[in-house]
């Protein structure tokens, strides 16, 4: 056993990032995972201290090996292109991505390909990207030898990697690829198979767990970090793994992988680790930049001690490889996790957590269809919305989630007793899990996909009626009253555009409109109708909805007298300022340059139509910079001898004619 205990020590620090440099760590003592110095008479004399570190984490490396419903290894090349046929049913497009050129591909792959290859910052997201988006095409030369993108994906990746990196994008909604992310670098094919253990390991009620399109799922620039040296992180809920995650053996990996999902379960159901309920379980109190949490709390793990984030993470990690332990010692947060996270799904049995094999899946699906042909069920407008709630990541919706959709809103309108005694001809147990197995994934060849062209019909229709709903939200919209604080906010940041790109004012006014109350609904104010994206929708696809709400604000502010009228006021107001800006600049000499007679034309029109004019920074015009047009306008029509004048017809026909 002591032996076991020593082992165990080297991978102490592995699991979810401890921080050695934070004091907190410190009761660990000498054998603590961020000292190295004990000797092994340390360790003969401090039985109880290594208990505690066997204790820093909700599961052994054995248990987590040992744990129920594991598939022994990560899915087959087979299982991967069944999930890739499922998603190559929707309308085919020809599109270049990034200089590489598909022809009649499934869209939803061109999709996934596109996020796999466009840059984003460290997190995800377009915003301050430090390396400029590479032409995946001159790098890696995929045409003419591939137009498909399961061919460019292996002519990039390698056949292997390349499979796993679009299956992970498919089925769990991560962005395993380094070429999607600054400082990010590409998995090894061992690395890539324990993150697929972990997430396998996730119950079909939480899959795809990726809840952004773009969300990161890969390592960080080998010998770097975003942390400070001497803090030994391994990853985080980023989810970015370091350097000290690839050093470690693939159990521990698998562990460390799952401790950060966890995290972002949390995030799947709003926040669950920083709500009031779970907080109670444990006293957790905020001390500012730390917490505190009761004295008696039952803990799982010494490392859910540091935060109700890690407690959560920890908890849930052993709920799913060491459940017996967890419901003994702590039965109230065992609860919890059956309840609110895992839907009654347990893991101290097989027979509690078995999915079935894909023969008797399949034999049940067979059976569902033959049903359905034979009853032709409706589904109620109530039905749709109940049981496809949280489901749909784009609109229009794609074909596969239109069906997925279908089919769980179906198996609530089958009598009970015909969908068990289906169930239970094709040898499986009658409970929850079979259930969640049978309706998990529908394979590109499922005889439902056809059985369930009417119900997908009637899910499509749902969804137009809830999007017909959400878009006359829009239609009540209308500008700050004149005179607001809104409307001067608006009216300054769009001076510059209304003279540099006239056609663009309208734009930059709806937007500013957008901006400026999205800004106010933070404080609980506003001017434009509260947005309320249907349910059906997950968070990725509300995100995506959120993208559109611009166009949709434009449209509908068109359409309003009130709002036009504005922009037709603020674009007086802005040329009769303007002028009289003009007129100020040469009326007033103590504004002109000293010797200003004697400058080129090029540096009298730089410094007196823009650096020295002020009164333009309210409009938006960049400080200390001259206005482009004005400047540009003043140059050709100047000489040595020659400067305009406020009063010169030329120049007043000018100034006018920018705004007509």
């Known amino acids: 056993m002591w032996i076991n205990l020593i082992i165990f020590l080297f991978f102490s620090e592995a699991y979810g990032g401890a921080n050695c440099s934070n004091p907190k760590h410190s009761y660990l003592q000498a054998v603590s995972p961020c000292n190295r110095n004990y000797s092994t008479s340390d360790l003969t004399n401090q039985v109880h201290e290594i208990q505690d570190v066997v204790e820093w984490w909700g599961a052994s490396t054995q248990q987590v090996a040992n744990a129920k419903c594991r598939a022994p290894a990560q899915p087959t090349s087979a299982d991967m292109s069944e999930v890739v046929r499922a998603n190559s049913n929707g309308r085919k497009v020809t599109k270049t991505v990034h200089g590489v050129r598909f022809e009649n591909e499934p869209k939803e792959l061109v999709d996934a390909f596109e996020k796999l290859t466009t840059r984003n910052s460290v997190y995800g997201g377009s915003h301050n990207v430090k390396e400029a988006q590479v032409n995946v095409q001159s790098l890696h030369q995929v045409n003419p030898a591939c137009k498909s993108v399961s061919c460019a994906m292996e002519k990039i990746w390698g056949a292997e990697l390349g499979q796993k990196i679009l299956y992970i994008k498919l089925k769990h909604g991560y962005n395993a690829s380094e070429l999607a992310f600054d400082n990010a670098t590409r998995f090894s094919v061992a690395e890539m198979n324990d993150v697929l253990m972990a997430l396998e390991d996730l119950p079909p009620t939480l899959q795809p767990l990726g809840f952004r399109g773009d969300q990161r799922l890969v390592p960080y620039t080998v010998g770097q970090s975003v942390y400070a040296p001497g803090e030994r992180v391994l990853a985080n809920s980023g989810v970015i793994f370091f350097d000290r995650w690839r050093e470690?053996?693939?159990l521990t990996r698998q562990y460390t992988t799952f401790h950060e999902l966890a995290h972002n379960i949390s995030s799947l159901h709003e926040n669950a680790d920083n709500s009031n309920e779970w907080r109670q379980l444990s006293g957790w109190?905020?001390?500012?930049?730390?917490?505190?949490?009761?004295?008696d709390a039952c803990m799982i793990s010494k490392y859910g001690m540091e935060t109700p984030a890690e407690d959560f993470a920890e908890v849930l990690s052993a709920y799913r490889y060491n459940p017996n332990t967890l419901e003994t010692s702590c039965p109230e947060k065992y609860r919890y996790m059956k309840d609110k996270v895992f839907g009654g799904m347990e893991y101290k049995t097989n027979s509690q957590c078995a999915r079935g094999s894909v023969d008797q899946i399949a034999n049940v699906q067979q059976g569902l269809a033959d049903h359905l042909k034979e009853n032709n069920y409706s589904l109620s407008p109530e039905t749709i919305q109940s049981?496809?709630?949280g489901s749909l990541n784009?609109?229009?919706?794609a074909q596969s989630e239109l069906e997925a959709c279908a089919f769980k809103a179906s198996l609530k309108v089958i009598p009970q007793e015909s969908l068990n005694d289906i169930i239970r001809r094709a040898g499986l147990p009658i409970n929850a899990s079979t259930r969640r197995a049978i309706s998990a994934q529908l394979p590109a060849n499922s005889p439902l996909r056809a059985s369930l062209q009417t119900q997908s019909r009637q899910v499509d229709q749902a969804v137009e009626a809830s999007m017909a709903r959400y878009r006359s939200q829009l239609s009540q919209a209308q500008p700050p009253a004149r005179g607001t604080n809104s409307w001067y906010q608006t009216q300054s940041r769009c001076g510059y555009v209304m003279m540099e790109v006239p056609e663009g004012a309208l734009r930059c006014y709806v937007e500013t409109l957008y901006e400026e109350d999205r800004s106010l609904k933070e404080w609980g104010a506003g001017f434009l109708p509260k947005l309320d994206p249907p349910a059906m929708f997950s968070e990725q696809g509300r995100l995506n909805l959120k993208g559109q709400d611009r166009q949709l604000l434009e449209e509908a502010l068109q359409r309003s007298p009130r709002f036009l009228e504005q922009f037709r006021q603020t674009k007086a107001?802005?040329?009769?300022?303007?002028?009289?800006?003009v007129r100020e600049m040469k009326r007033v000499n103590s504004n002109l340059p000293q010797g200003w007679q004697d400058l080129p034309p090029q540096q009298f029109c730089s410094q007196v139509y823009g650096k020295s004019n002020l009164f333009l920074n309210i409009w938006g015009f960049p400080n200390g910079e001259a206005v482009k047009a004005i400047e540009e306008e003043c140059v050709k029509?100047?000489?040595?001898?020659?400067?305009?004048?406020?009063?010169?017809?030329?120049w007043q026909a000018w100034i006018n004619s920018r705004w007509n």
């Open 248 to 250: 470690r053996e693939p």
């Open 285 to 295: 109190k905020s001390l500012g930049d730390t917490w505190e949490k009761n004295p």
């Open 387 to 389: 049981e496809c709630a």
């Open 394 to 397: 784009v609109y229009p919706p």
């Open 573 to 581: 107001d802005f040329k009769g300022n303007m002028l009289s800006a």
């Open 637 to 650: 029509g100047q000489t040595r001898n020659r400067r305009f004048h406020p009063s010169d017809a030329d």
